[in-house]
């Protein structure tokens, strides 16, 4: 019996291999391949395969926005860069990204673009505004925006930007500056499956869980919840923190009792030892929650519901940007409750 034909030497060492010998490689390897490709993919017909990643086109690049750039660019994905402020980029261009100029000129050397800016005012601007994503943007361009805006107001982007040919998914984060530097951020994701499928690698980059939630706007919904329950568990850690001092009982042992127990939670782990502390340096900062209660108590009120926890969350989110909190962390709402329940 002839020795068996080696399968990879004929390729990297024709000379090796009798000539003779060859179109068996062609036959019995090459061929069934693309029969291969044809069954499993066969919407990939006749187009080539994809052997480079998209170029990324980042807006925004801020406490949040930063760190999730790096996590791209360690991911091997070529960064472009808009910053209204192009110093807030520099880091980024010294680690290989480029700058653009403006959204358009960013999205003209783009194959996908995320934007992450403050309110859903930026978004529409960078988007949609003069010199704005949409005036750049070529027919089939995805754009990602992972900010926290009105659920409403994406719908209307997303249906805006499909008029110039150009894909969208609303992607907002949960994680805060820790899961955006360690990549393990939570994306809430509306739009279109095969969009996201197409995204999927960048966002991965980025995240450590990734749920298609359904529609536009399905993914700011879904983050709308994620903060009015974040804001009501800081309230309720601090009056529990509150009540273990009334008591005469150290509410630090309390804490670490309730970490091992039902009540185990990651606001609990971070924000509750921030407020043990009254650590409140800014990772997300109390001003952009507050823009994030008005998004909840809007949506609430569009939807005619009654949700007296989510009002009074609200109110003390905008009580202590009042008092000249706004650029602490959002765990110095315990401050508001502190002052609360000693009224």
Avoid at 225 to 236: K, P, S
Wanted: one cysteine or more; aromatic letters at 6%.
């Amino acid at each position: 019996m002839p020795a068996p034909m080696p399968l990879v030497f004929p390729l990297i060492f024709p000379p090796v291999v009798e000539m003779a010998a060859f179109p068996r490689f062609l036959t019995d390897i090459f061929l069934p391949a693309i029969m291969v490709r044809r069954y499993f993919y066969p919407e990939q017909e006749g187009k080539p395969m994809q052997t480079t990643k998209p170029v990324i086109g980042w807006i925004g690049p801020g406490i949040m926005g930063k760190p999730m750039c790096k996590n791209l660019l360690k991911a091997g994905f070529p960064l472009a860069v808009y910053a209204r402020r192009p110093e807030s980029a520099q880091e980024l261009t010294a680690l290989g990204a480029s700058f653009h100029t403006s959204p358009a000129a960013l999205a003209a050397n783009a194959d996908i673009v995320i934007s992450m800016v403050s309110d859903t005012p930026d978004v529409e601007a960078v988007l949609l505004g003069k010199q704005g994503v949409g005036e750049g943007a070529k027919p089939g361009l995805l754009v990602i925006d992972m900010s926290t805006i009105s659920p409403v107001a994406t719908r209307d982007i997303a249906a805006r930007l499909a008029e110039k040919g150009v894909r969208f998914l609303d992607a907002p984060v949960s994680g805060g500056d820790v899961g955006a530097i360690a990549g393990t951020l939570t994306i809430m994701v509306g739009g279109s499956a095969e969009d996201l499928e197409y995204a999927r690698p960048a966002l991965a980059a980025m995240g450590k869980t990734i749920t298609h939630i359904g529609g536009h706007g399905a993914g700011q919904l879904a983050k709308a919840c994620n903060q009015l329950v974040a804001a009501q568990t800081v309230i309720a850690i601090t009056e529990a923190m509150e009540m273990a001092k009334a008591a005469d009982v150290d509410p630090a042992k309390v804490r670490a009792a309730l970490l091992g127990g039902f009540a185990y939670s990651r606001v609990l782990e971070l924000h509750g030892q921030r407020i043990l502390d009254e650590n409140y340096q800014p990772g997300f900062m109390a001003k952009l929650h507050n823009k994030d209660m008005r998004i909840v108590t809007s949506t609430i009120a569009a939807l005619g519901l009654n949700m007296p926890g989510a009002q009074r969350a609200a109110e003390y989110m905008q009580a202590l940007v009042d008092q000249g909190d706004g650029d602490l962390d959002s765990s110095a709402l315990a401050k508001i409750v502190q002052q609360r329940v000693k009224a």
